[in-house]
Structure formats: structure tokens, C-alpha cells
């Protein structure tokens, strides 16, 4: 009997997110944190295909984000990196294609405009390999067809849109695993492969200090003590992993504090003025502002 692309087996999806933090809750299985970095009212999309054990993800963003993301355990992604991307700390020429093994934490942050990312992840076991120690591979564009595969599996999450009816589904994960192994065979031979990267420790630091201290009035001179770092170490780090400043950062996290409290307080709610007062923005018509600023909206509209 022929199938579709919407049973138990192989379901497509696309969904409209007005904002990160729904957007960040679209792919079950993955830790996900995501902070709107780009000002502006936010606009994204996720268009996701399941195939058996194989899940496929384009997701698209009209503003910057910084993503803290980890996949499942035992699990093999293939990420396809639209336009300028921050990974690690590590400016990414486009388009960047990576293969990460294990359940590692990664920032990335996308540039502040419409892009987006195409990513597959399959269970080890699918492919017949042993993770063994988590490892992280970057190649360039032109090696093992990873284009071609990322322009193939474009086509059929199309096809997918439009409800193609017919056996495919059934005769497609066994396509995308000979891909993936080529592509895996490729990492070994030409031994791409390597320990996942540290997460940048200043601005892990950083991050931890302030969610530490949400209120405090913090000058960039006691963050940069805070993190055992110059005033110059703490710019060019957040320079390379954010492209912000880091007092235009401090902000804007702050802000996203503010902004997912006052989301999640929902129904119960959790006032303007207790989200402002918790991060730190002590005159309320001012907080009013940069935050209609920054997310396109008022806080008393949340």
C-alpha cells in the first residue's frame, strides 16, 4: 500500500515561530537555548521530516541568535551552514558543512539577517558506527558531495511540502545512509575529524556571572576581574563569538532574561516590573523601551 509523508513512520512539518523561545522547543530530543540578539520584531520557521530514525531540520531566522544546542546521545549530525555563521567562537566562511558525533554542546550564532540551517541527525547505530569519544569535523564545501547531498535533501523536504504521495518514503532512508557513510568514510580517510573545541570560557563565564548576579549593576571592568580576563581579552571575545560588545551584550541578555521570565510566568504572570526589577532595569518607562526596542513589542504584551 502507498504511503504519505504525514503516518507514524515518516512525518513532514512546517511550523511559523514569532519568537525564539517557541522556536527553540521545535525538535524534540535536542537541549536547545536560543537568545534573540538581533533587534527587532522576530520571524522564523522550521521545516522538519522524519524518516524512520532519521530526522531532517531547515530552520530559517530573519534576526541574530545565539543557539546553545546539543544533540541526542549516540547520535551523528550533518549541519549545512547558510551565509555567515559563529560557531565555537570561530568565524565560519559560508557555506560551512560540519559532522559532529556525540551529545556535545555548541554556541552558534547566525549573522543578523535572514539565513538559515539545514541539519540531519541518524542514530549511530543506523549507520553502523561506534561513536567512541565525541569529535567534530569541518569540511570544505567541494569534498565528498556534501552540496550535493545538502541540495538533494533540499529537494525532498520540497517534495515533502507538497504532500508527494507514493513509495519514497519507504526507499529514501536507505539512499541517505550510503550518503552519510561516504561522507563519514571521507572524515576518516582524510582524518578530519577532532575533539570537540572548549566552549569559549570567557563568555561561558561571563554568561554564568551574570545569570549569578541578575539584578547587580555590573561595569565591564568587574566582569572582566570576574572572568580573570583584560578589558581587551573580554572585548575580542565577545567580539569573535557574539559580534557584540560586551556591554551591548550585557543588555541584550539581560533583556532575553527578562523576556523568557516573563513568557514563562504565563498564566500566573510574573509583572513588568518584577522582570524588570530581577535584571537589573530599575526605571520602568526605560526598560519599556529598550525592550519595544529590541523585540519589536512592549513587555505588557507578553
Not at 569519544?133 to 523536504?157: N, Q
Not at 561595569?219 to 571575545?237: I, T, Y
Request: proline fraction near 7%.
Amino acid at each position: 500500500m502507498a504511503s504519505n509523508w504525514s503516518d507514524r513512520e515518516f512525518g513532514y512539518s512546517h511550523e511559523i515561530f514569532p519568537d525564539t523561545l517557541e522556536q527553540q522547543k521545535a525538535v524534540g530530543g535536542w537541549a536547545r537555548e536560543y537568545n534573540q540578539l538581533g533587534s527587532g520584531s522576530f520571524r522564523g520557521a522550521v521545516d522538519s521530516l522524519r524518516l524512520g530514525n532519521i530526522l531532517i531540520r531547515r530552520e530559517h531566522f530573519n534576526l541574530s541568535v545565539e543557539q546553545r544546542t546539543a544533540a541526542p546521545p549516540d547520535h551523528l549530525s550533518f549541519a549545512w551552514l547558510d551565509d555567515d555563521w559563529r560557531v565555537d567562537g570561530a568565524a565560519l566562511d559560508p557555506p560551512t558543512f560540519a559532522v559532529w558525533a556525540g551529545p556535545q554542546e555548541h554556541l552558534s550564532v547566525n549573522g543578523n539577517h535572514a539565513c538559515g540551517s539545514l541539519v540531519l541527525s541518524v542514530p549511530s547505530r543506523e549507520l553502523g558506527i561506534d561513536i567512541g569519544e565525541p569529535w567534530i569535523a569541518i569540511l570544505r564545501r567541494d569534498a565528498a558531495g556534501v552540496m550535493e547531498t545538502a541540495a538533494w535533501l533540499r529537494s525532498i523536504l520540497a517534495l515533502a511540502a507538497d504532500g508527494a504521495p507514493g513509495e519514497a518514503p519507504e526507499i529514501l532512508p536507505d539512499l541517505i545512509r550510503r550518503r552519510l557513510l561516504a561522507i563519514v568514510a571521507h572524515v576518516f580517510r582524510v582524518r578530519a575529524w577532532r575533539p570537540p573545541p572548549a566552549p569559549p570560557r570567557v563568555y561561558r563565564d561571563a554568561c554564568e556571572y551574570v545569570a549569578d548576579n541578575p539584578g547587580e549593576p555590573i561595569g565591564m571592568r568587574e566582569l572582566a576581574d570576574a572572568v580573570g580576563a583584560s578589558r581587551e581579552a573580554l572585548h575580542r571575545a565577545f567580539a569573535d563569538t557574539v559580534g557584540l560588545t560586551p556591554s551591548a551584550w550585557l543588555r541584550v541578555r539581560r533583556l532575553n532574561g527578562a523576556h523568557r521570565d516573563l513568557r514563562a510566568a504565563r498564566p500566573s504572570r510574573m509583572t513588568v516590573s518584577e522582570a524588570a526589577m530581577k535584571w537589573g532595569f530599575w526605571h520602568l518607562g526605560r526598560f519599556s523601551a529598550y525592550y519595544r526596542g529590541h523585540f519589536g513589542h512592549l513587555p505588557s504584551a507578553e
